[in-house]
């Protein structure tokens, strides 16, 4: 009942930027956490970073410094603005949003390329 929008993907430069966005719409009770994960070929899908509804948030070491994630609560919208890109940030990116009742909805990904 939970869909999600992704938005944001694309090719850039190192040392470029992006900004991704994920909207949850339909029969929505109360989301709590949010987040995103990415899986590169030929590697595991790993956590990029999450932030609570309260917006404490949580990062892979890996994007430290260069991710900001944040969440607009009124239109139920988590955005991961990555800057400084580095070739190894390739990947798949899906967002995922923890709805309280029925769980945990996942994005359809959006491919984010960074070339050297």
């Known amino acids: 009942q939970v869909q999600l929008m992704e938005s944001g993907g694309g090719l850039v430069q190192a040392g470029g930027s992006l900004r991704l966005s994920c909207a949850a719409s339909?029969?929505?009770?109360?989301?709590?956490?949010m987040g995103w994960d990415r899986q590169a070929p030929g590697k595991q899908r790993e956590l990029v970073a999450t932030?609570?509804?309260?917006?404490?948030?949580n990062y892979a070491d890996s994007v430290k410094g260069r991710f900001t994630i944040s969440r607009d609560n009124a239109e139920n919208t988590v955005y991961l603005q990555m800057t400084s890109l580095k070739p190894e940030d390739t990947a798949v990116y899906y967002c995922n949003v923890f709805e309280t009742v029925r769980g945990v909805y996942w994005g359809q990904g959006t491919q984010v390329t960074v070339s050297s």
């Open positions: 932030i609570s509804r309260g917006g404490s948030t």
């Open positions: 339909g029969s929505i009770i109360s989301i709590g956490r």
